[in-house]
């Protein structure tokens, strides 16, 4: 299907009305009717959004878990608002050029982006032509999945106690594999290091299914990726998990524990997905995306659905998922700063 720009066709100016003497009473009375129509008119607008199609970015390539939570909510929007919700790919520098486009979009509810943990981080590792809080509006969240450590079957380990005590008599022997450098996977490899005190070599790759691969094949030994594209390669055997990155138990994995209960403690790595809009989203069109989105993750189907992979819904507020925004740009702004990590 071929995509098409569409331009916003210039308006010219009507003629000038012919110049009258300037009135007090006159203008007094034309302001008030203006601000009249104004303040009548904004019920109508709310009530009639969405009028035409919705185009959702999902700054990332298709196939990751940004691509299946953002296509999961995108249907469910499509039903919910009777307008179709057109997914648009624009990957690029960790998801900053799919980003961009938006915080240079207009704020009238049709162009909308989903985030996930790599809009937190971006912040640290690249320049952004962008402010990653003022240029951009919360709508809400969608839900979180923790990444899942996993190990060749291979290698001599079977918990993460175990791992960390064969890191450190092998400094350095070990290989790391990531999706890419400043991917989500290589600052929770970087975070699971600094906290175990252990000392691997890091082995970027162009995505996180060929680092996978790599795992899998015994070229590298060891990675940290989303549960979301893992669970299959566990399920089947091909990687063995050590640990999940949430603070407790996964629903989908319940006999792995934790990273953090099962040797690291305070360890944790957890994705998120959201969706937020350009700066200028009126509320009432916020407040109308976030009751759509809430409801949606309130039913059966859509948690049965994240529950499938790896995810929980988590609705909130968009204040809520705002404050959530702030905090996880520090916390791994801090971590990006400090391992001296810098986006390619």
Request: proline share 8%.
């Amino acid at each position: 299907m071929m995509r098409t720009r569409t331009g916003r066709s210039a308006v010219a100016p009507s003629p000038l009305p012919e110049a009258r003497a300037w009135c007090p009473a006159r203008s007094a009375l034309t302001v008030a009717m203006a601000a009249a129509a104004m303040v009548s008119g904004l019920p109508a607008i709310a009530s009639e959004y969405p009028v035409k199609s919705i185009r959702l970015i999902i700054p990332f390539a298709p196939g990751g878990s940004n691509d299946i939570v953002g296509r999961m909510m995108g249907m469910q929007l499509q039903e919910r608002l009777g307008q179709a919700v057109v997914i648009d790919n624009r990957g690029g520098a960790g998801g900053v050029v799919g980003t961009e486009i938006v915080a240079r979009a207009s704020g009238d509810g049709y162009t909308l982006l989903v985030v996930s943990v790599a809009f937190a981080f971006n912040t640290a590792l690249y320049k952004l032509s962008y402010d990653p809080i003022k240029a951009f509006t919360p709508v809400g969240a969608i839900g979180s999945g923790p990444n899942v450590l996993v190990v060749n079957p291979q290698l001599p380990v079977n918990s993460v106690k175990e791992l960390i005590a064969y890191a450190r008599a092998n400094p350095g022997k070990l290989n790391l594999a990531s999706a890419g450098v400043g991917s989500f996977q290589h600052l929770s490899g970087e975070l699971f290091q600094r906290m175990a005190k252990v000392q691997m070599t890091h082995v970027p790759f162009k995505g996180g299914g060929p680092a996978m691969t790599d795992v899998i094949a015994g070229q590298s030994q060891v990675t940290i990726g989303s549960l979301i594209q893992m669970q299959g390669h566990i399920r089947s055997g091909r990687l063995k998990p050590l640990g999940v990155g949430s603070l407790k138990r996964n629903p989908t994995l319940p006999d792995v524990p934790s990273i953090n209960e099962a040797g690291l403690p305070g360890y944790e790595a957890t994705n998120w997905w959201g969706i937020v809009g350009p700066a200028g989203l009126t509320p009432a069109i916020v407040n109308r995306l976030n009751r759509e989105m809430n409801e949606s993750l309130n039913s059966a189907d859509i948690q049965k659905r994240l529950a499938g992979e790896g995810a929980v819904p988590t609705p909130m507020t968009p204040a809520a998922f705002g404050k959530q925004i702030v905090a996880e740009i520090a916390r791994w702004g801090q971590l990006v700063r400090e391992a001296g990590i810098k986006g390619e």
